[in-house]
């Protein structure tokens, strides 16, 4: 049973899981886009999310030593000094800003030649990209105004003819 096991084992053991989000995390950050399985873009989103987090909190703190710490934090998960260091001291500017959602994954069409896997594109979203909104149901609305407009202006020539 997989009761309290709240992540994809991605059919590997826990160390290598470590590992492997380790490094992709590390290339995300590095190259700011990475193309890679479906599930495996699935399983960094909320990985690296917590990372860039912590390197906000750092930039935000007021007491060195609990920026140091969060930065060490950081270190644990992608063991890649070069990619926390432009993470912490460049990158973590550009989501001040946002609450959330640093990231965005985009499926791609064709499925992998050797095993059929889906394939995926996974980016960290920019600083200014408000992303796609929601309609309240302002278009229902008007679209019913409308039609109810168009027959009454219809109506009214055919009228004087009869």
Known sequence: MRHNKHH???GVTREHRKAMLSNMGASLIKHGRIETTLTKAKALRPFIEKVITKAKN????TVKADALHLRRMALKDIRDE????LL???KAAQFAKRSGGYTRIYKLGPQRIGDAAEMAIIEFVGADDQG???SKGAKKKGAKKAKAAAPATEAAPEAPKA
């Open 132 to 134: 796609y909104k929601k």
């Open 82 to 85: 070069g990619a926390v260091t």
């Open 58 to 61: 750092a930039a935000a703190a």
């Open 88 to 90: 912490f001291n460049e």
């Open 8 to 10: 994809a084992s991605l």
